[in-house]
């Protein structure tokens, strides 16, 4: 299968910036035909760098093309029990796939690569994104609500129209992170169409936000049909549910030690 | 430079975000419009030829442009290589225009930039980080400084 090489090598130097970059050395591969060959297990230092879904490497720090790309989509990242200390494993769900075993400098470093590689995926991304779109939506109808109007249209044309905004001048302009803000009305209002008309200078205090549905991002999709469909607000619609689930869960259980600190940092800082 | 085909045609089976039948010309000199099966799946365009079941290609779509040609045709190209053009010919304008639209979010850079968007909006709003809940508000991937392009 073809893919564009020299695109891709070139997504991986240009100066985008990289979501993590280290050095770690990668166990080398040896294909056994028969099951009792024994090599001495070799590791080669190789420079990596990780940009959203590709985690790329290269012989040396100053090298101007990666000499391999590992793509990271559907991936699980594990420790691992291999002889070396610092070792993690990335490894797909395909029967027979090879793992990548890859062993940082120490623990800290480990960590870090076994975070920022669980967390890489396109999926995740979407699901944040998603999340954010929707809390984005509440906050702005509780602005919008100065009036109980239960004007709470459920199709998803409204809801297509807080995307569809946001997600077009984003890549006509690609200042938009300044000039965003002001395509969407002034004083962090809602975007045009959808705007309330009622709608207060918006500078007066937010009420508060409503209760977290805790749910938001687990409503069943049921439907055997994944993609981006104009409902892409409505429910995340995941290729993968299985994996969404057992993300779930994870960030679930995450949300929870998390939250622990952080409220506990916050009694520390504000009485 | 290496890279794991197998998982990546893994990727190519699963559900796609679209999927159609287009007519495709590659950037080749020479090349000539082809009946292909073209499907999004994540940041990855596949291509194949419509009766079999393994892509012959993949484009990654990071640093790309897509780009609006003439009636029914849209081109996708990178920004090292704005001349080379993968050209794709759709049945409709509204097909060409629901592609343009689709390719156009499917990169990773595209959502991390919604994302930062996004979460920008909602602290303006609310006061708050919305991704401190998560426990991922440092994360290098969601920052607010500038990125360049």
Not at chain 1, 25 to 32: G, N, P
Not at chain 1, 54 to 61: A, D, I, N
């Amino acid at each position: 299968m073809k893919l564009n090489e020299r695109s891709v090598a070139h997504y991986a130097t240009c100066d985008s910036p990289a979501d993590h970059a280290g050095f770690l050395r990668k166990r080398v591969e040896r294909h056994h035909h028969h099951a009792h060959h024994h090599h001495a297990t070799s590791y080669q230092r190789r420079w990596f760098v990780l940009k959203g879904n590709l985690l790329f490497y290269f012989e040396e720090k100053e090298s101007r093309e990666p000499v391999g790309l590992v793509v990271l989509e559907g991936c699980t990242v594990e420790l691992c029990e291999a002889a070396e200390e610092f070792a993690f494993a990335i490894r797909f769900d395909d029967a027979g796939a090879r793992a990548y075993v890859l062993v940082a400098d120490g623990q800290a470093a480990m960590e870090a690569w076994v975070k920022a590689l669980s967390r890489a995926s396109f999926d995740y991304m979407r699901l944040v994104v998603r999340e954010l779109e929707k809390q984005l939506e509440e906050a702005s109808k509780t602005l919008a609500a100065c009036h109980k109007s239960p004007r709470r249209s459920s199709s998803s044309s409204r809801k297509r129209h807080l995307s569809n905004p946001a997600l077009l001048p984003l890549q006509e302009k690609p200042d938009i992170l300044e000039n965003g803000y002001s395509t969407w009305g002034s004083g962090g209002g809602v975007p045009g169409g959808a705007a309330c008309p009622d709608r207060d200078g918006g500078h007066v205090k937010p009420p508060p936000l409503p209760p977290r549905r805790r749910s938001a991002a687990g409503s069943t999709t049921g439907s055997p049909v994944p993609g981006l469909s104009p409902a892409m607000t409505e429910s995340p619609v995941s290729p993968e549910t299985a994996c969404f689930s057992k993300l779930h869960s994870w960030y679930g259980q995450e949300i929870a030690v998390l939250r622990r600190e952080w409220q506990e940092r916050q009694k520390r800082g504000h009485p | 430079m290496r890279y794991n085909e197998r998982e990546l045609l893994s990727l190519a089976r699963q559900p796609a975000e679209k999927a159609a039948e287009v007519l495709m010309r590659l950037p080749k000199k020479g090349s000539v419009l082809k009946k292909r099966l073209v499907k999004l799946v994540v940041n990855f365009l596949f291509y194949f030829r419509t009766d079999e079941a393994e892509p012959i290609g993949a484009l990654l779509l990071e640093q790309c442009r897509i780009i609006k040609e003439e009636e029914n045709v849209f081109s996708i190209s990178f920004v090292e290589e704005p001349e080379r053009k993968y050209c794709f010919e759709c049945d409709s304008e509204e097909q060409c225009q629901e592609w343009i639209e689709a390719l156009k979010r499917a990169s990773y850079e595209f959502m991390r930039r919604s994302l930062i968007f996004y979460r920008n909006e909602i602290q303006k709003m609310t006061g708050k980080d919305p991704l401190e809940q998560y426990g991922i508000s440092e994360e290098a991937r969601f920052q607010l400084e500038t990125r360049k392009q």
